[in-house]
């Protein structure tokens, strides 16, 4: 393809020509990417475009009008959300303007020429995303940044359950929290539990079961079978190995909540057809349709598969014959093998139901936020997303991000991009279906790598991460789209905006009403000053760190240093003598911003030298409460001083990763005196202005 040809072809289907790298200047993408990325891509064809866009969005007031393509005399009819049709006429070449004061939502328009028919969605959105009451009226709330997995408590089975976040919910609301912000809480993999990140799902629209607290679950209770097993000495040695772990022990408790739980199913199956659980569980499957039970018969068939040799437990492993859901094979098994996928379909019920009752809890404690959930940037290479739906995936390429000068050679997330030709031509159907799944039951989302929404670096596959390109999305219509559902669902919006932002999407995300994510390691000014509390955006939540850094006590006694070294993360003893410099100088700089804040005192003696203390501690949250972010986001490890983090980027078996558990028990964290009396200050402060 000669170059002209290339860029335009490039063009056309979004693939950016250059980039800005680390140093501030423009890199060119090589013409071998290009061409690679667009042989990967769902691409516009050469064939006539039709005479109407598979969607159109239309935000706002405001004129709708659209040119429709094409030569002579076209009919048209619109039926809107609510069945209310209007019709017309126009001639190819001119602009029809729709009907006004159409209601927001998603509406069908029918273009007629003989027998020729054309289909568009058009889609009336708000200007912003939703916005609790509490918030538009200046209120300054707090909550607490928990990764579900990590509570320990006197009753759950070595693993944090929905049973467990209702108890932190209550714990947090009779301290003046607010919200409990989540890790995502995505499908992952039963049948190979050590599998755990929750940043590489197998579907972003379902639950992971291991959240089931067994112990709610009423044909668990009745089950005359079930609780014989229960009550065996096996069962309560593996109970005591998996509670007891310092990590989480995925494979116990996997082993455990599954073999429970399938006793627990046949008491199940054999209730009444009328039973009202029965019906509900019913109405659960008929909502869920083939997304649903796809992903219910991929958890029964890994089982399966991953017994067989060779086979592991993903999709791309198995014969030629079994990687698509549509393949006779696989239609075959799932006929024989009904019972089973119901099992796994139940499952998923078990969990929205528990999760739902969890929602109900924080409107019954009158939580402005209540819950938030987290939506990954996309699904595993052997998902079962992926195997559902091969078309939407690009399933020869990866996202990951372009080299920086933390990381020189890129990152590459192993994630096979959504392609954006197929999901406007589908009218924007699969990105609805997923802000819908993740709105579900909770007062606000969090969009990890929120960037995604303008671009993502698709990486060819088989090549090192700098042999990528960034790829645009339209994101003005997706930013649209997610303030309509935004404001359907009362959900609001925080986008995970950290690292390299390109300038471009910055305004989009204010405007669209999405609250941004400030770090305290991060908010450092040119000079190296901490930002004050004053000057923080009210549009944001304010954290200390996240679940990819350190702990506060791991960051000021150097421990991720100690630990990267041990990893062997670093290159050189230079490199690494340099971060120490620079964290010093961070330390120095943020005691500063602390006495000049008045969160802690002129005379207090802390230094930058001493490790972290009870004192020291305190008025960093207490300078967090300070800020004029309208949410705070805080952490059960940093009220206990661990230093140990729960994920090392970069690191894949060196170090286990999403299994590090809290010290302490949720009944022991609330009856811990400085605990309270830390939650008490950070609350009065919430409420001072």
């Not at 969005?57 to 039926?79: A, N, S, Y």
């Not at 998603?106 to 959105?125: A, F, M, P």
């Not at 020869?396 to 031509?425: C, E, F, T, Y």
């Not at 207090?604 to 001493?610: L, V, Y």
């Amino acid at each position: 393809m000669k170059e002209k040809q290339l860029e335009k072809a490039a063009s056309a289907t979004g693939i950016a020509p250059s980039y800005i790298n680390a140093k501030g200047e423009v890199q060119a993408i090589s013409e071998e990417t290009r061409q690679q990325l667009l042989a990967i891509m769902e691409h516009p064809t050469k064939e006539k475009a039709p005479p109407l866009p598979p969607a159109k969005v239309f935000r706002g007031p405001g004129k709708r009008e659209l040119t429709v393509k094409g030569r002579g005399q076209f009919h048209w009819q619109l039926m809107t959300e609510k069945g209310k049709a209007f019709t017309g006429d126009v001639a190819g070449g001119d602009v029809l303007t729709l009907p006004p004061r159409l209601p927001q939502g998603y509406h069908e328009l029918t273009l007629s020429k003989g027998k020729q028919q054309w289909n568009s969605r058009i889609i009336i959105t708000p200007r912003r995303c939703y916005e609790p009451e509490a918030l538009r009226a200046g209120e300054r709330r707090w909550g607490a940044l928990v990764q579900l997995y990590t509570l320990r408590s006197e009753n759950n089975w070595g693993i944090g359950d929905f049973g467990d976040l209702e108890k932190m919910l209550v714990g947090i609301a009779e301290r003046g929290g607010d919200f409990i912000g989540l890790n995502p809480l995505h499908a992952l993999y039963p049948a190979n539990p050590e599998g755990a990140s929750p940043y590489s799902p197998s579907s972003r629209r379902w639950l992971n079961v291991l959240y089931i607290d067994v112990t709610q679950v009423e044909d668990f209770q009745q089950s005359k079978a079930a609780q014989r097993w229960w009550k065996t000495a096996k069962t309560r040695r593996a109970l005591e190995k998996a509670r007891g772990s310092e990590w989480v022990d995925y494979t116990t408790v996997a082993q455990l909540k599954l073999e429970a739980l399938r006793l627990a199913w046949t008491q199940f199956s054999q209730r009444d057809e009328q039973d009202s659980a029965m019906l509900a569980f019913e109405a659960f499957v008929q909502e869920g349709g083939d997304n649903l039970w796809y992903q219910a018969a991929y958890d029964a068939l890994q089982f399966e598969k991953s017994a067989d040799e060779g086979q592991g437990v993903g999709w791309r492993s198995w014969p030629e014959a079994w990687q698509n859901t549509q393949l006779p094979a696989v239609q075959s098994w799932c006929e024989e093998h009904v019972d089973e996928i119901r099992c796994w379909m139940w499952l998923q019920w078990l969990a929205q139901t528990q999760f739902a009752q969890c929602w109900q809890r924080c409107q019954q404690l009158g939580m402005a936020v209540g819950l938030y959930r987290d939506l990954a940037v996309g699904v595993a290479e052997s998902s079962a997303e992926t195997w559902h739906d091969p078309e939407l995936y690009r399933m020869k390429a990866s996202v990951g991000a372009p080299p920086d000068r933390l990381g020189p050679l890129g990152q590459n997330w192993g994630l096979p991009p959504m392609d954006p030709h197929v999901m406007l031509a589908r009218g924007y159907q699969p990105f609805i279906d997923l802000l819908r799944a993740n709105m579900r039951d909770c007062g606000a989302l969090r969009i990890d790598h929120v960037m995604a929404m303008l671009r993502l670096w698709w990486i060819p596959y088989g090549e090192s991460a700098d042999k990528g390109a960034y790829v645009f999305y339209p994101v003005d219509d997706l930013l649209a789209i997610m303030a309509l559902e935004s404001q359907r669902q009362r959900c609001m919006v925080i986008g995970e905006d950290l690292g390299t932002v390109p300038k471009e999407i910055v305004g989009k995300l204010r405007n669209s009403g999405i609250f941004s994510w400030k770090v305290l390691w991060f908010e450092q000014q040119r000079n190296g000053a901490y930002r004050l509390p004053q000057s923080w955006p009210r549009q944001s939540i304010a954290s200390a760190s996240t679940h990819d850094l350190p702990t506060l006590s791991g960051f000021w006694d150097a421990g991720d240093f100690a630990l990267g070294e041990k990893l062997g993360l670093y290159p050189n003893e230079t490199v690494l003598q340099q971060l120490h410099e620079q964290r010093a100088k961070q330390k120095q700089a943020l005691l500063e911003a602390l006495r000049q804040a008045g969160a802690l005192a002129e005379n207090s003696g802390e230094t930058r030298d001493e490790t972290m203390t009870p004192a020291l501690n305190q008025a960093i949250h207490r300078f967090l409460a300070k800020t004029n972010s309208a949410l705070l986001g805080l952490q059960p490890e940093d009220w206990l001083g661990m230093t140990t983090p729960v994920n090392v980027p970069g690191t894949v078996d060196e170090y286990p990763n999403w299994r590090r558990r809290l010290t302490v028990t949720i009944e022991a964290l609330f009856k811990d005196e400085e605990v309270n009396r830390l939650l008490k200050e950070v609350s009065q402060q919430r409420n001072s202005q």
